[in-house]
């Protein structure tokens, strides 16, 4: 068998270059370049492997460089959701706080069931120098080292402690990273000394190889059970998610909803599966969607499931479904979420083998007038409180609706939106007019501040990989950002061209609301100077820190919005001087904290201290008490 002598980091490098992804007549690379931050532990392993091949063929793996390890992983998060999963970065980070920094990255994507994959660099396998820089030493277990705490957070996890290894543990990492089913955070962790050993590499390890993604049929008994389920039903509701998007199943939805007339309500992760305006389309579902999602799935007495976790906003804590009787019919291609609820109804399957399966069987299918009517008069209801939320009210500090308002006003229909943490996730799952399949992400399984500068970059990667010119606009907190704004250093040293607004609100805004229903008042939410007196941030002067000044400095072109009357005018004008450029922009508005998106009539289980002193704290576990009684199993 011909060989090539190879250090493990070319020999991975190499590999990498050679993967492809084929989903249908779509074939793409599944690894189209690594990210990396280098120190002793990479910087002559797969650092030499990637300046080599920089050198000598510098399309096999081109390297782009990072200001923070966790934002690495936050950006093959973003262009893997643009690629639907098909295509992920690979990120390498060096020995201990380099490697450490990327477990956040690691839970958000396993989390979000979106592929990325990891190589952290770990300690000498060979010992033979312990304790080095950086390694954790513990007595109970000496070989334990700090990447072991990707093993929880990861879908895949395995270390090359000998080259030999190398090949079987990257064919695994392959299949894992590929599959619908399993994909999330894949860690290769890499000891620093074994990436630069050398070992005869077969020429078979290093050709192109093709990973076709599976997407399942139906079985015929689940399918008609489900079948019999809907045609039962007086009262349907679709709730699409992820799964909707990234099996490519949007017109298969659409078709499904148009023939049958079933109203489709949609998780954070399912936005864009119908556009905002389809008749069948009637909003978010949950604890931050629309009354007019949420009053239909209050009385759905089947509950079609396509492509969903069910997290808890989705389920509003399991109270938005209040039909005593209620069934789910759960289209998962993973058994895991499909037979989530007790459901006795999962259909394992690809999600657009799915509906085009159940649109075949449902031809005949039509839902009564009445619900049909009610659809319609739910969605123009809502559609009317949106438009009044989103009006402009001349308030010098505007408040966040309408700022939203005048972003989507200047966009367009195609353009993403990104954003990740606070109370921009559930005003835009409300208010953001979603038209395009791909025109929103919202990270909301792990919902990570700091996400959303780095993931717009990925998500412009992933738009300018595919040869997509459309806009990329992050929405961002000043919370949000003062966690990780670095990345804005990376888009002006690749002119990459990313819209950021940046909110800001002097603190943080989503949990001080929180913290007013659970009675808190706001502790510690509020960015103040310290009070000695009072021990507390509460009732200080509001920080000096000068959030645009911050932003220029990286070399980002910034348009700063003044409080007044024509703050929303001003946004918009900022808004279309931001798209006409070729530059990256972040426009900086000041936003009033106490101004809030409409209430969608859902219902988020944070528990209230249950003893109290405070009658703030007292009142509001009496109405958590309230709430919660309409909690229901959900065993359908």
């Known amino acids: 068998m011909p060989t090539k002598r190879m250090t493990i980091g070319q020999a991975l490098v190499e590999f990498l270059s050679h993967q492809w992804t084929v989903d249908g007549d779509i074939r793409e690379r599944t690894i189209p370049g690594m990210f990396g931050i280098f120190g002793h532990g990479n910087v002559a392993g797969l650092g030499q492997a990637l300046q080599q091949y920089n050198l000598e063929q510098p399309d096999l793996m081109p390297y782009h460089q990072a200001r923070n390890e966790q934002a690495m992983v936050h950006q093959a998060v973003g262009f893997a959701r643009m690629h639907r999963r098909r295509a992920t970065f690979a990120s390498t980070a060096s020995v201990g706080p380099g490697a450490t920094n990327m477990l956040t990255g690691a839970a958000l994507a396993t989390t979000n069931r979106l592929p990325a994959l990891l190589l952290p660099s770990d300690t000498f396998a060979t010992r033979v120098a312990d304790p080095v820089l950086q390694q954790l030493e513990r007595p109970h277990d000496i070989g334990l080292t700090v990447n072991d705490a990707f093993r929880p957070l990861s879908v895949f996890f395995d270390r090359v402690q000998r080259p030999e290894q190398l090949f079987s543990i990257a064919l695994a990492a392959m299949r894992v990273l590929t599959d619908p089913v399993e994909t999330g955070a894949v860690t290769i962790a890499l000891p620093e000394d074994v990436q630069a050993e050398a070992l005869d590499v077969p020429l078979e390890f290093l050709q192109d190889r093709e990973w076709h993604i599976r997407r399942p049929l139906p079985e015929h008994g689940p399918l008609a059970r489900a079948v019999a389920a809907i045609r039962s039903a007086e009262r349907p509701l679709v709730v699409a998610g992820g799964g909707v998007i990234y099996s490519g199943a949007e017109q298969a939805l659409r078709a499904f909803a148009e023939a049958t007339g079933i109203p489709v309500g949609t998780t954070q992760a399912g936005g864009g599966a119908l556009p905002w305006d389809h008749p069948q389309y009637v909003g978010g579902i949950g604890a931050t969607g629309s009354t ?95 438009d009044a939320a989103l009006t402009p009210t001349g308030r010098a500090l505007p408040g966040q609706p309408e700022i939203i308002g005048a972003v989507r006003a200047e966009v367009a229909d195609a353009d993403v ?220």
């Open 292 to 386: 007019a999602a949420n009053r239909l799935a209050a009385q759905a007495d089947v509950i079609i499931g396509i492509g969903t976790r069910y997290s808890d906003f989705t389920t509003a804590s399991r109270t938005a479904f209040q039909h005593p009787d209620a069934v789910f019919v759960n289209v998962n291609v993973a058994a895991f979420d499909a037979y989530k609820h007790g459901t006795s109804l999962p259909l394992i399957a690809d999600a657009r083998e799915a509906i085009v399966a159940l649109t075949a069987e449902l031809e005949d299918v039509r839902v009564s007038g009445e619900l049909a009517a009610d659809v319609a008069a739910q969605k123009r209801e809502w559609d009317a409180v949106v």
């Open 417 to 636: 939106v990104v954003q990740a943490a606070g109370s921009l996730p559930g005003d835009l799952h409300k208010l953001w007019r979603v038209s395009d399949p791909l025109g929103y992400h919202v990270e909301y399984a792990f919902s990570t501040m700091g996400y959303e500068i780095a993931g717009g970059l990925g998500v412009k990667r992933g738009l300018e990989a595919a040869g997509d010119e459309r806009d990329v606009v992050v929405m961002v907190g000043d919370g949000s950002y003062l966690m990780l704004s670095s990345e804005l250093a990376t888009i002006v040293a690749e002119n990459l061209k990313v819209i950021v607004v940046l909110i800001q609100n002097q603190g943080f805004a989503s949990i001080g609301h929180l913290s007013e229903t659970v009675g808190s008042e706001r502790f510690g939410t509020k960015y103040r100077s310290y009070d000695p007196e009072a021990r507390s941030f509460q009732d200080g002067d509001p920080l000096p820190v000068d959030l645009a000044m911050n932003a220029r400095s990286y070399g980002i072109d910034v348009i700063e919005i003044a409080p007044g009357a024509t703050a929303i005018d001003d946004l918009r004008a900022a808004m279309r001087t931001a798209k006409a450029s070729d530059r990256a922009t972040l426009i900086h508005i000041e936003s009033d904290p106490l101004v809030y998106g409409p209430d969608g009539e859902g219902w988020w289980d944070v528990p209230v201290a249950e003893v109290a002193d405070t009658a703030t704290a007292q009142h509001a576990r009496a109405e958590y008490e309230r709430q919660r009684a309409a909690q229901r199993p959900l065993l359908g």
